[in-house]
């Protein structure tokens, strides 16, 4: 892929899933903050699809795994850290999931697509090349 159409999917990948994570806290501050947990590691996502085009250096092979990895573990640590948050003893997950399931599904879809896709494009590329050593 072309580094002008990773920017493209790069800037809609991180204003809808902005959106999204927005869309879960209600006006009232009593939704979820829990879909903001990708965003404290998200520059990592802009460095991945950076080094996605130059991954004939098995380095960047490696760092690329590594941030995504990162991502991944930071993320699931913020979101049990988060998992309990309560609005008036009542949790604030579960509230908005009687409220608005599809909204939840919504944002977790938009989540999990980006990140296949960012995978994809990971194995496209390193099909591209042989193994190399350091």
Do not use: C
């Amino acid at each position: 892929m072309k580094t002008r159409y990773k920017v493209l999917f790069t800037i809609i990948y991180t204003v809808v899933y902005l959106f999204l994570a927005i869309g879960s806290v209600n006006p009232e501050g009593t939704g979820t903050a829990i879909f903001f947990a990708p965003f404290i590691t998200w520059l990592f996502l802009f460095v991945v699809l950076y080094l996605s085009s130059r991954l004939e250096d098995f380095r960047n092979r490696i760092l690329f795994v590594l941030l995504m990895m990162a991502h991944y573990l930071v993320n699931i640590y913020f979101i049990f850290a988060v998992w309990d948050d309560s609005y008036k003893g009542e949790s604030r997950l579960a509230r908005m999931w009687e409220l608005q399931p599809k909204f939840i599904l919504l944002t977790v879809t938009w989540y999990l697509l980006g990140q296949l896709i960012i995978w994809i494009l990971f194995f496209k590329s390193i099909k591209n090349y042989p193994s190399t050593r350091f």
